[in-house]
Structures are given as C-alpha cells and as structure tokens.
C-alpha cells in the first residue's frame, strides 16, 4: 500500500517536472539557453 503511494507520488513529481520543462522549453526554447541554464 505505502509502495503504491511513494510510486504514485513519484511519477506526479515526474509529471510536474515535465509540465515545468515543457513550460521552460515553451519560454526559452528547448535548446537550454532560456533563463533557467541547468
């Protein structure tokens, strides 16, 4: 059960992650050079 949980909140941290980089990408284009240079 608590397994199923940590999985299920780690692929929403992954889904957030992703919609921020998209947004990122969108902003700054996706080759990296935007203001965010991690």
Known sequence: MCLEL???????RKAYTDSITAMNDAINGSDGS?????
Not at 34 to 38: L, N, S, T
């Open 6 to 12: 940590e999985k299920q909140k780690t692929q929403d």
């Open 34 to 38: 935007g203001v965010c240079p991690e």
